[in-house]
Structures are given as structure tokens and as C-alpha cells.
Nanobody, 128 residues
Framework: QLQLVESGGGLVQPGGSLKLSCVAS????????IAWFRQAPGKEREGVSC????????YYADSVKGRFTISRDNSKNTVYLQMNSLKPEDTAVYYC?????????????????????WGQGTQVTVSS
């Protein structure tokens, strides 16, 4: 059974940092593009970042560019989202999602309908 589990969320002050993890089980990430999405209360889900399985593609939403870094460790079957200089508007539930043979998806902002496998989400709250 393919499963993604996010962790690392929490409460942080503005300007702080968090590192989210997305661990896959039941499959290996080697052939999968992985994306991070977020959904704030009352707002639509939005794509945040993406990393391809090969070719080294990464993509960031303009709102997080320069502050967030996506990385993957296929040996640990894990993808990370390092979030620095956090702002209150980054408050949301963050989800990771996977899609096989989808490197081209990471040439643009991730779109939810492109991904078949989703984690349950982890809450990130940025507040003083």
C-alpha cells in the first residue's frame, strides 16, 4: 500500500524555521515526482514546490522562492521542505504528494490534480 506521511509541522514565530519531512512507504521514490502543497483556512489548496525524480528539476511558488528549499534523499525514501523566514501567511496545512514518471510536472507550479498519492498533512502555524 502506497503511503506518504508528513511530519515536522508546528508553531513557530515569524522569521523562524521549520523542516518538513515526507516519508514514503510501500514504494520507492526513485521514479516519482514529489510536490508540496498547502491549504490555509478558507483558501484553496496551492502548490508550493516540486522535485523531480531525475533531471534535477525543482520548482517554487513565487511566494516561497528564496525562503523554502525542497530536497530529497532517495536512500531514506524521504523528501524535505526546509522553510526559513516564515511569515504568518505561510500558516496552513502542508501536504506532500507523489506521481510516478512525472518529472515534467516540476517545470511549473504543482497542480493538485496531477498527483495521485497524498499524505494526511501537517499543520504549520506562524504566529507571535
Amino acid at each position: 500500500q502506497l503511503q506518504l506521511v508528513e511530519s515536522g509541522g508546528g508553531l513557530v514565530q515569524p522569521g523562524g524555521s521549520l523542516k518538513l519531512s515526507c516519508v514514503a512507504s510501500g514504494f520507492t521514490l526513485d521514479d516519482y515526482a514529489i510536490a508540496w502543497f498547502r491549504q490555509a483556512p478558507g483558501k484553496e489548496r496551492e502548490g508550493v514546490s516540486c522535485t523531480s525524480s531525475s533531471h534535477g528539476y525543482t520548482y517554487y511558488a513565487d511566494s516561497v522562492k528564496g525562503r523554502f528549499t525542497i530536497s530529497r534523499d532517495n536512500s531514506k525514501n524521504t523528501v524535505y521542505l526546509q522553510m526559513n523566514s516564515l511569515k504568518p501567511e505561510d500558516t496552513a496545512v502542508y501536504y506532500c504528494a507523489a506521481e510516478i514518471y512525472a518529472d515534467d510536472y516540476c517545470s511549473a507550479l504543482p497542480r493538485g490534480y496531477e498527483y495521485d498519492y497524498w499524505g494526511q498533512g501537517t499543520q504549520v502555524t506562524v504566529s507571535s
